[in-house]
Structure formats: C-alpha cells, structure tokens
C-alpha cells in the first residue's frame, strides 16, 4: 500500500527486453536507498513494482507484459514519480493507493489557475462512476481530490508544491496518465452488488 505522497522524481534509465516484459534501471534522484531491500515494493508512476536489485543510486525492478499492456510511461526513459511502500507507523497523507492501476486516462485540458493549475481527464467510461466530486484519485501515483466530475471527465487542481515536486508538471492536452479510483470505492461497490 502507498499514500499517493510522492517522495522524489526519479528517471528511468535503461530498458531491457525480457521475455514478455522489460527489465528497468530506474535512478531514485532524492529518494534514499539505505532501507530498501530486495523484494520491497516501490510505486513508480502510480504502479507497484518489486525491487529485483538495488544499490545507493537505484534500483532494478522487471515489468510485466500485463502490466505493460495496462499502463502508460514505463516503457521509455523518463523521469517518474516514486515512492516507497507505506510502513504501519507513517502518515497517510494522502490517501490508500494500492499501486494497481484501474485505467488509462486522457488529459483534456491542463490550464493556469493563479498560480495553481486546472488538469481535467477524461477516464475510461468504465472507471467513470468510481469518481466522485471531493473523492480521491491517483493520477501517475499522486493523491488528488476531486474538484468536479462531468461524465467521463474530472478535474484537480495542482498547488505549486504538487506541481514542483511531481512530473504532472510536465503533462499536456492529449497526454496518457495512468489512474487508480479510490480504494473504498471498489469495495463499496462489491458490497452493494453482492446484496441486490
């Protein structure tokens, strides 16, 4: 489980081909290495990802084709937003992401906003009713609030601070971002359909 609070921007270094997948080096920028070990899980554009290597500059984790098929921004050099698996002790910040994600979505608009910005996506039609206006969404691994919700499409708004240490920063109208609803939404969901 992860908060949607990313820790640092890292980059995708290097790209290996493997059988049905691809095997990346992702450098951690500022996010520190000394706890991590093999096996751990690091969220990394919004997908949970097990470490396969590590050392203090980075580490090494293998994609599936699965994953692959379902995600957008891991199949070519990059920076990405990380973070580490949430410890029982930390702050949620945020809000549960698991680092499963629900869907790819569209960037219609990302426009000024004083010194905010307004991003609106428009989501797969099946993921639409997961997304309420003041509910929380993962959007390349970052906890945002709801502002508004038309059909398919919602819109955010990033403060300079999510701006400044994320790569939203660099999205643009016709970009893909990688999406997870809110956790208690599915589960609600499950619950309503198995009783009627």
Known sequence: MFTGIVAAVGRITDIEPRDKGLRLR??????????????????????????????????????SHETLSCTVGLDRPGEVNLEKALRLADRLGGHL??????????????????????????APEAL??????????????????????????????????????????HLRPGGRVNLEVDLVARYVERMLSSHG
């Open 97 to 122: 992401v698991s680092g499963h994600v629900d869907g790819v979505g569209e960037v219609v608009a990302f426009a000024p906003e004083g010194e905010s910005r307004r991003l609106r996506i428009r």
């Open 128 to 169: 639409a009713r997961y997304i309420a206006r003041k509910g929380s969404i993962a959007v390349q691994g970052v906890s945002l609030t709801v502002n508004a919700v038309e059909g398919a499409e919602f819109e955010v708004n990033l403060i300079p601070h999510t701006l400044a240490v994320t790569t939203l920063k």
């Open 26 to 63: 992702i450098d951690a920028g500022t996010l520190p290495m000394d706890d991590v070990a093999l096996g751990d899980s690091i969220c990394v554009n919004g997908v949970c990802l097990t470490v396969v290597a590590h050392d203090a500059r980075g580490f090494v984790v293998d994609v």
